[in-house]
């Protein structure tokens, strides 16, 4: 089994001189990147670091970025993976769970990071990246231990159970939760995302994902095990991205949430530049509307939509790829999930208890090498979201008689009115066929006739409006009445996190925007 660290080092012999990274104007090799990667484990453990310590990163996604993943990989230092978009509060809340003792942050967090230094335990460890700039005192500087003559060999020897990242789970319920994944893991994680084609051809994928999220993750670990260039942006920018991938001829692109796409496309720049490299899109499944594939095959002529569903707990667990003639000839399959990927295992539970065998929906549960141990100092969560070793996602799915999965919505999410379950995600899905709807979310409001009634959270399109009558009429057209929303309110924007995913409690929190359609 190779482990990260090992794939970085047989990319800089196999491939000494194909780009690793871009990142604004620089760029680095595979040759460079696995030599000042050695260098920064060599520093790092010159000044105290050692196998089994927990480092803590505050900085954007660039080759900085990069420099610091792959050395915590070779020292065996579990990095602890910081949302960016956070109060400090939530920062420090984050170190602190993983015990962290070493902080490496780049100058425009120097207030979070002092933050959390000031509320730490003597002996806490920071690395600056300040370009020019001031260090704190006690502080070391990331520019100056990438100046170490030393750039030997750093690789330590692994079982595979040492800590590679912890990420964070994206607290859209709840506070966020810390989740280990270990080199183990991650190898096998690698496997899945492997491809002989992409090796061979050198693919390049570009990607404004934050680093520090599951999507921008597997954009790492996918261009690292196929030897490919990775294009890092700091934030999505329409025209930024198309200029990129004409300027670099990019052959993959990975944007979050897939609304993102849409914006894209309505931005007009798609139409300015040569986007025909790109040979692969990919949409977190069960996520996009029709709308949003007509856009994505309309801007990528020569591309096909790749699809997968997981979590932060038990990364990419399904993949499906589609073509062009898809939309038309296989509809069906663009709301699909696909099928489970060869490392993994997914069995339906339905509402008794019972095994769903062939054909039929019910709560998955995953048992797979790719699934984590355990919440980081949670034990009795942990308990709790398995069921011997099987893994509880909390999502509700169907499968079809030909093994395809979709996914209805989560467990959390199911709305019970007048005695039905109602799945919150399927009526999302029909709602966006609407014309006059850009975004939409659907929840549960109380009521005293049903319990629980269907209730539509709407942003508009530009330009657009919606009465009562006419949405009552579309939506008997589209869904059986007891989807049919009986409430609804209008937003500018939805509530979402940092990677674009609706924030549901804070709408729940304001049901008293909700008024019944008339």
């Given amino acids: 089994m190779e482990f990260l660290g090992g794939l970085l080092a047989g990319n800089a012999e196999k491939f000494p001189d194909r780009i690793a990274a871009i990142h604004g104007e620089n760029t680095m090799t595979y040759r460079q990147l696995n030599r000042e990667a050695d260098r920064l484990a060599n520093s790092l453990r010159r000044i105290g670091l050692k196998k089994g310590d927990r480092v803590a990163l505050l900085m954007k996604g660039g080759i900085e970025w990069l420099l610091v993943f792959y050395a915590c990989q070779k020292l065996e230092a579990g990095l602890t993976l910081v949302h960016l978009r956070l109060m400090q509060e939530e920062m420090l809340r984050m170190v602190a769970l993983t015990g962290a003792a070493t902080l490496i942050y780049s100058s425009e967090y120097s207030q979070q990071a002092g933050y959390i230094a000031a509320q730490s335990h003597k002996g806490f460890r920071m690395i600056m990246h300040s370009p020019g700039e001031c260090l704190p005192d006690g502080a ?80 790492v670990i996918k261009m690292l095990v196929n030897a490919g260039t990775l294009i890092l942006l700091d934030h999505f920018d329409c025209e930024k991205v198309c200029a990129q991938i004409q300027r670099y001829r990019a052959t993959q692109i990975a944007l979050v949430p897939p609304a993102s796409y849409q914006r894209l496309k309505a931005s007009g720049y798609p139409e300015k530049y040569d986007l025909s490299s790109v040979k692969l899109a990919h949409v977190a499944a069960g996520k996009a509307s029709q709308e949003c594939f007509e856009d994505l095959f309309g801007m990528f002529c020569n591309a096909g939509v790749r699809l997968s569903w997981g979590s932060t707990e038990a990364s990419n667990i399904t993949e499906l790829t589609l073509g062009r003639g898809d939309i038309k000839d296989n509809s069906r399959l663009l709301a699909s999930v696909g099928k489970v990927n060869s490392v993994a295992e997914l069995k339906l539970v339905d509402k008794d208890g019972n095994i769903v065998v062939g054909a039929g929906k019910g709560e998955a549960y995953v048992r797979s090498p790719l699934v984590f141990g355990g919440y980081l100092n949670a034990q009795e969560l942990t308990e709790r979201s398995f069921s011997d070793d099987w893994f509880d996602m909390e999502d509700i799915m169907y499968r079809d008689e030909e093994g395809y999965y979709y996914l209805l919505d989560r467990k959390r999410d199911v709305i019970k009115t007048g005695g039905e379950n109602v799945y919150a995600q399927e009526v999302e899905q029909e709602l966006l066929k609407n014309p006059s709807i850009s975004e939409c979310a659907v929840i549960g409001v109380p009521d005293r006739r049903y319990g629980e009634a269907i209730a539509a959270a709407i942003v508009l399109k530009n330009g657009c409006t919606l009465d009562g009558k006419g949405f009552i009429s579309f939506c008997r057209e589209v869904m059986p009445s007891f989807k049919k929303p009986t409430y609804w309110a209008f937003f500018d924007s939805l509530p979402k996190n940092d990677v674009g995913k609706v924030q549901k409690p804070k709408l729940r929190d304001r049901t008293e925007l909700f008024t019944p359609i008339v």
Avoid at 152 to 160: E, N, W, Y
Wanted: aromatic residues 6%.
């Fill in 140 to 219: 070391y500087s990331f520019e100056m231990l990438m100046r170490e003559d030393d750039c030997s060999d750093a690789q330590a020897d692994m079982t595979g159970d040492e800590e590679s990242i912890i990420l964070f789970t994206s607290g859209t319920t709840s506070a966020a939760k810390g989740v280990v994944r270990t080199q183990r893991i991650m190898s096998a994680y690698a496997s899945v995302l492997a491809d002989k084609k992409s090796l061979e051809a050198g693919d390049t994928m570009l990607t404004p994902a934050p680093l520090y999220h599951a999507t921008g993750i597997c954009c």
